[in-house]
Protein backbone atom coordinates (compact mmCIF):
# COMPACT_ATOMS: atom_id res chain seq x y z
CA UNK A 1 0.00 0.00 0.00
CA UNK A 2 1.25 3.27 -0.69
CA UNK A 3 2.58 6.12 1.78
CA UNK A 4 -0.34 8.44 1.28
CA UNK A 5 -3.35 5.29 0.90
CA UNK A 6 -1.92 4.18 4.12
CA UNK A 7 -2.10 7.68 6.23
CA UNK A 8 -5.56 7.92 4.97
CA UNK A 9 -6.71 4.67 6.54
CA UNK A 10 -4.73 5.05 9.60
CA UNK A 11 -6.95 8.94 10.08
CA UNK A 12 -9.81 6.89 9.27
CA UNK A 13 -9.57 4.00 11.80
CA UNK A 14 -8.14 6.44 14.22
CA UNK A 15 -11.66 8.56 13.67
CA UNK A 16 -13.41 5.47 13.98
CA UNK A 17 -11.52 3.81 17.07
CA UNK A 18 -12.67 6.97 19.26
CA UNK A 19 -16.01 5.74 18.96
CA UNK A 20 -15.20 1.94 19.70
CA UNK A 21 -14.92 0.78 23.28
CA UNK A 22 -11.25 0.25 25.06
CA UNK A 23 -10.63 -3.43 24.01
CA UNK A 24 -11.21 -2.91 20.35
CA UNK A 25 -9.91 0.75 20.66
CA UNK A 26 -6.32 -0.96 21.72
CA UNK A 27 -5.68 -3.45 19.05
CA UNK A 28 -7.31 -0.76 16.64
CA UNK A 29 -4.61 1.87 17.84
CA UNK A 30 -1.80 -0.89 17.48
CA UNK A 31 -3.02 -1.80 13.89
CA UNK A 32 -2.60 2.10 13.53
CA UNK A 33 0.52 3.01 14.45
CA UNK A 34 1.95 -0.39 12.54
CA UNK A 35 0.21 1.42 9.56
CA UNK A 36 2.16 4.90 10.43
CA UNK A 37 5.43 2.99 10.90
CA UNK A 38 4.97 1.39 7.50
CA UNK A 39 4.10 4.94 5.86
CA UNK A 40 7.04 6.62 7.47
CA UNK A 41 9.60 3.92 6.36
CA UNK A 42 9.27 4.42 2.68
CA UNK A 43 8.83 8.30 2.60
CA UNK A 44 8.21 9.74 6.15
CA UNK A 45 5.64 12.95 5.74
CA UNK A 46 6.83 15.85 7.20
CA UNK A 47 3.86 17.55 8.30
CA UNK A 48 1.46 18.41 11.21
CA UNK A 49 -1.32 16.22 10.00
CA UNK A 50 0.69 12.57 10.20
CA UNK A 51 2.77 14.17 13.04
CA UNK A 52 -0.69 14.65 15.00
CA UNK A 53 -2.21 11.30 14.16
CA UNK A 54 0.69 9.44 15.39
CA UNK A 55 1.28 11.44 18.80
CA UNK A 56 -2.76 10.53 18.99
CA UNK A 57 -2.26 6.89 18.02
CA UNK A 58 0.78 6.29 20.72
CA UNK A 59 -0.18 8.54 23.46
CA UNK A 60 -4.22 6.70 23.55
CA UNK A 61 -2.69 3.30 23.19
CA UNK A 62 0.42 3.42 25.68
CA UNK A 63 1.20 6.41 27.15
CA UNK A 64 4.89 6.96 26.72
CA UNK A 65 6.49 9.81 28.66
CA UNK A 66 9.01 10.55 25.80
CA UNK A 67 6.02 11.94 23.36
CA UNK A 68 6.00 15.18 25.73
CA UNK A 69 8.17 17.42 23.84
CA UNK A 70 5.89 16.52 20.35
CA UNK A 71 2.51 16.69 22.40
CA UNK A 72 4.21 20.54 23.43
CA UNK A 73 5.45 21.31 19.50
CA UNK A 74 1.80 20.08 18.47
CA UNK A 75 -0.45 22.13 20.73
CA UNK A 76 1.77 25.53 20.02
CA UNK A 77 0.85 24.86 16.53
CA UNK A 78 -2.63 24.41 17.32
CA UNK A 79 -3.22 25.72 20.63
CA UNK A 80 -6.82 24.44 19.82
CA UNK A 81 -6.49 21.20 19.01
CA UNK A 82 -8.22 19.96 22.21
CA UNK A 83 -7.62 16.41 21.36
CA UNK A 84 -3.92 16.49 21.50
CA UNK A 85 -4.08 18.79 24.52
CA UNK A 86 -5.99 16.04 26.73
CA UNK A 87 -3.41 13.59 25.89
CA UNK A 88 -0.45 15.82 26.49
CA UNK A 89 -2.06 16.45 30.06
CA UNK A 90 -2.22 12.45 30.51
CA UNK A 91 2.09 12.45 29.79
CA UNK A 92 2.68 15.02 32.23
CA UNK A 93 3.46 13.76 35.75
CA UNK A 94 2.24 17.04 38.42
CA UNK A 95 3.30 14.99 40.94
CA UNK A 96 6.71 15.12 40.73
CA UNK A 97 7.97 18.48 38.29
CA UNK A 98 6.80 21.62 38.91
CA UNK A 99 7.17 22.86 35.67
CA UNK A 100 5.09 19.63 34.68
CA UNK A 101 2.62 20.49 37.47
CA UNK A 102 2.48 23.94 35.87
CA UNK A 103 2.07 22.94 32.14
CA UNK A 104 -0.59 19.87 33.60
CA UNK A 105 -2.85 22.67 35.45
CA UNK A 106 -2.90 25.19 32.48
CA UNK A 107 -3.36 22.88 29.98
CA UNK A 108 -5.86 20.94 32.68
CA UNK A 109 -7.79 24.19 33.54
CA UNK A 110 -8.10 25.25 29.00
CA UNK A 111 -9.95 22.03 28.53
CA UNK A 112 -11.56 22.78 31.57
CA UNK A 113 -13.11 26.48 30.16
CA UNK A 114 -13.30 25.25 26.96
CA UNK A 115 -15.34 22.76 26.78
CA UNK A 116 -17.40 23.00 29.59
CA UNK A 117 -19.85 20.42 28.71
CA UNK A 118 -17.58 17.75 28.50
CA UNK A 119 -17.20 15.26 31.23
CA UNK A 120 -13.42 13.79 30.51
CA UNK A 121 -11.99 17.50 30.85
CA UNK A 122 -13.26 17.29 34.30
CA UNK A 123 -12.15 13.84 35.33
CA UNK A 124 -8.90 15.10 33.84
CA UNK A 125 -8.39 18.47 35.80
CA UNK A 126 -9.87 15.93 38.87
CA UNK A 127 -7.29 14.04 37.98
CA UNK A 128 -4.46 16.40 37.97
CA UNK A 129 -5.07 17.98 41.49
CA UNK A 130 -5.40 14.01 42.64
CA UNK A 131 -1.75 12.98 41.37
CA UNK A 132 -0.60 16.31 43.36
CA UNK A 133 -2.13 16.15 46.38
CA UNK A 134 -0.67 12.12 45.99
CA UNK A 135 2.47 14.09 46.91
CA UNK A 136 1.96 17.36 48.38
CA UNK A 137 -1.21 15.91 51.34
CA UNK A 138 -2.83 19.35 50.79
CA UNK A 139 -6.35 19.93 51.99
CA UNK A 140 -6.57 22.80 49.35
CA UNK A 141 -5.22 20.30 46.32
CA UNK A 142 -7.70 17.89 47.73
CA UNK A 143 -10.97 19.74 47.49
CA UNK A 144 -9.89 20.97 44.10
CA UNK A 145 -9.36 16.98 42.96
CA UNK A 146 -12.84 16.25 44.66
CA UNK A 147 -14.19 19.57 43.06
CA UNK A 148 -13.25 18.38 39.27
CA UNK A 149 -14.68 14.95 39.95
CA UNK A 150 -18.17 16.09 41.20
CA UNK A 151 -18.04 18.29 38.00
CA UNK A 152 -17.29 15.23 36.29
CA UNK A 153 -20.24 13.70 37.52
CA UNK A 154 -23.05 16.40 36.97
CA UNK A 155 -21.91 16.27 33.51
CA UNK A 156 -21.40 12.99 32.33
CA UNK A 157 -24.06 10.62 31.39
CA UNK A 158 -25.41 7.87 34.17
CA UNK A 159 -24.01 4.93 32.59
CA UNK A 160 -20.28 6.62 31.54
CA UNK A 161 -18.28 3.84 32.68
CA UNK A 162 -15.71 6.08 34.94
CA UNK A 163 -18.66 7.23 37.28
CA UNK A 164 -17.92 4.64 39.90
CA UNK A 165 -14.25 5.46 39.84
CA UNK A 166 -15.16 8.92 40.41
CA UNK A 167 -17.24 8.10 43.19
CA UNK A 168 -14.24 5.64 44.93
CA UNK A 169 -11.72 8.66 44.11
CA UNK A 170 -14.15 11.35 46.17
CA UNK A 171 -14.61 8.43 48.85
CA UNK A 172 -10.73 8.12 48.73
CA UNK A 173 -9.48 11.82 49.28
CA UNK A 174 -12.54 12.12 51.85
CA UNK A 175 -11.56 9.34 53.69
CA UNK A 176 -7.66 10.34 53.85
CA UNK A 177 -8.69 14.02 55.21
CA UNK A 178 -10.57 12.08 58.12
CA UNK A 179 -7.44 10.02 59.01
CA UNK A 180 -5.10 13.25 58.80
CA UNK A 181 -7.14 15.25 60.76
CA UNK A 182 -7.94 12.59 63.59
CA UNK A 183 -3.95 12.28 63.57
CA UNK A 184 -3.80 15.56 64.47
CA UNK A 185 -6.08 15.55 67.20
Known amino acids: MEPQAQFRW ?10 TNFVNQHKT ?20 EYARLRFLAIARNSPYHNLKPVGERLVRRNPQDHEVRFYLVELLDPGLHSEEKQSALMHA ?33 ADKAIAGYRKFLQTA ?25 N ?3
Open 10 to 19: AYAAYEAARK
Open 29 to 48: LRDIEQALQRAASVSPPRNY
Open 157 to 181: PPNHPFRRGAESQIKFIRHMQERQA
Open 183 to 185: RRQ
Open 109 to 141: RFLAQALPEKPTVHSLLGSVYWRIWLKSKSPAD
